[in-house]
């Protein structure tokens, strides 16, 4: 069992740790405003620390769960960050959503301090964290990997290796389009069929029954039909975060992005409307009302 080391006990992060302790490693939480309560986890047998350097001290493993790429450089590189008390041979996990460029910044960082990495952002919703059933797209050297994957596998049902350090993160970003897109697209044609007084049970139904059919409808049919937002526990201002880096992904790559623009204006404009901590399954109403 290994003694592990955990940044960001949100929404996705509580399932994340509390199967981690369920499957017998040690646990060792940092303290944070933003995390969720932590009496279910110590309750369990999980610590916590005030600061990262300290954390990294007493931990073989350490995995990120914060928002994104900004967040998980002020965790490592910040005086009294994790960097400063890294081990020789630490694995960094990060699993949350990141610019690539700035994972490959700090995977280089890690290893000039003699630790390693991994990025293994995530897919799927809280439920499935707490179900210890997410899915995880993982960049790095694949005999690492392969070396973590007893641990991976305490909290993910599907682990797919990307490629080199970086790939986890460019493969979620393109996920994350693709899915946060079909919503958008979606959405935008629901607010035109409340305007345009088709009834959502026939929009939904004609939809399921035909090309419109897929993951991104099933998602939002609860808000649709019962205006119940919880199928999709995420916020919309994550989902500008995430299109905001897909948009600058594509363009360091030098890809074609005009889709991709208009995705995130959309986002955009939702956060500007006051819904960043809303839902994304009430981009319905947001774009019916504007």
Not at 99 to 110: D, F, H, L
Not at 255 to 279: F, K, M, N
Request: hydrophobic content about 45%; glycine content about 12%; charged content about 20%.
């Amino acid at each position: 069992m290994a003694k592990i080391g955990m940044v960001g006990i949100g929404l996705m992060g509580h399932g994340i740790a509390s199967n981690l302790v369920k499957h017998g490693h040690t646990l060792t939480v940092l303290e944070h405003p933003g995390n969720q309560p932590l009496d279910a986890l110590k309750a369990a047998g999980a610590t916590s620390c005030a600061d990262g350097a300290t954390l990294a001290a007493q931990s073989d493993v350490i995995i990120l769960c914060v928002t994104g790429s900004p967040q998980v450089e002020a965790v490592l590189l910040s005086p009294a960050g994790v960097l400063e008390g890294l081990r020789p041979g630490t694995v960094i996990i990060d699993c949350s959503t990141a610019i690539p460029s700035s994972t490959v910044k700090v995977a280089e960082a890690v290893t000039e301090k003699g630790g390693r990495f991994l990025d293994a952002p995530m897919t799927r919703t809280p439920k499935e964290a707490a179900e210890g059933r997410l899915n995880l797209l993982v960049g790095g050297d694949a005999a690492l990997f392969e070396e973590c994957r007893p641990i991976l596998a305490c909290f993910a049902e599907n682990i797919a290796h990307a490629g080199p350090v970086g790939a986890g993160h460019r493969m979620k970003l393109l996920h994350n389009y693709v899915s946060l897109g079909a919503i958008a697209l979606l959405s935008e044609a629901a607010a035109c069929a409340l305007r345009a007084d088709i009834d959502p049970a026939v929009f939904a139904e004609v939809l399921t029954k035909g090309g419109g059919g897929g993951v991104a409808l099933e998602r939002l049919k609860p808000y649709l039909l019962e205006q119940d937002p919880s199928s999709l526990r995420f916020f919309m201002s994550n989902a500008q975060k995430d299109l905001s880096y897909y948009n600058t992904m594509a363009a360091e790559t030098g890809a074609v992005r005009e889709i991709g623009a208009a995705v995130l204006h959309t986002y955009d404009q939702a956060v500007s409307q006051g819904g960043g901590e809303r839902y994304v399954p009430e981009l319905v109403s947001l774009l019916k009302d504007r």
